[in-house]
């Protein structure tokens, strides 16, 4: 597991040089500005929002005392809950109408490396649009599903730093998931590439936590994370294709 973490993190290291190497930019335009208008919605949404969430859980405790401490706890908690429900609905919603757009990346890479694309399903467009949506609401559901239980978990003393961790991992597996997609959807049928994220959720870690780390970068993170993180993910799930094959 920690092998193949390192694996996937250390895949960005390449990835800047093979997008200019294989003059991959132009097809992350409409990514990069479906990322943006989506990050500026849910920024707008989010702030729209969080006075309201916080006073409602300032609300809960009727009593005088402590209330400045619970206020003080339910401000944090309600700023964390706002991050945390926006990163998820960021990511799933970019990834699923960015698939499509992917796609041509991934087979690009895999041409690079592998001197011709193992093209096993001939998909088109909405069909590649379909599947992003699929996956991204299956793996939307799980994560908060997984998400909650973790939260909750956080308010408890000590227990809340492993929380903390735990969110942090959630996080980035299915975004390593999503990323890791665009290349199995040519491989593997859906029930198939599920499979084989979970028999390699160590590379999906790795990836995801270097697209995690991106996103809390302002601007930057949010114009290049999608393509380092594709590109990443590209190069090592074609390496374990083959290793398997």
Do not use: C
Request: charged share 15%; aromatic share 10%.
């Amino acid at each position: 597991m920690v092998k193949n973490i390192l694996k996937g993190i250390k895949a960005y290291a390449g990835a800047l040089n093979l997008i200019s190497k294989l003059k991959l930019w132009k097809y992350f335009s409409i990514p990069i500005l479906i990322s943006i208008l989506v990050a500026i919605v849910i920024g707008v949404l989010a702030y729209t929002f969080s006075d309201n969430v916080g006073v409602y859980v300032a609300n809960i405790w009727r009593w005088e005392f402590g209330k400045e401490t619970f206020n003080l706890i339910s401000t944090f908690i309600s700023g964390l809950l706002i991050v945390i429900v926006g990163l998820i609905l960021y990511k799933h919603i970019v990834m699923a109408l960015s698939a499509p757009f992917m796609s041509p990346v991934s087979e690009k890479i895999e041409q690079h490396l592998t001197g011709k694309v193992h093209q096993h399903r001939d998909t088109s467009f909405q069909e590649q649009l379909s599947r992003g949506i699929r996956i991204s609401i299956r793996n939307l559901s799980r994560e908060i599903l997984f998400t909650i239980p973790v939260l909750l978990l956080g308010l408890i003393p000590v227990i809340g730093l492993v929380s903390t961790v735990l969110l942090f991992l959630i996080q980035a597996y299915y975004a390593g998931f999503g990323n890791m997609d665009y290349t199995l959807e040519r491989h593997f049928k859906y029930k198939e590439s599920i499979r084989f994220v979970q028999k390699n959720r160590g590379l999906a870690i790795g990836n995801g936590i270097v697209f995690i780390l991106f996103l809390l970068l302002p601007i930057v993170g949010i114009l290049l994370v999608l393509p380092l993180s594709v590109t990443a993910a590209t190069t090592e799930t074609i390496k374990q294709i083959k290793a398997q094959e």
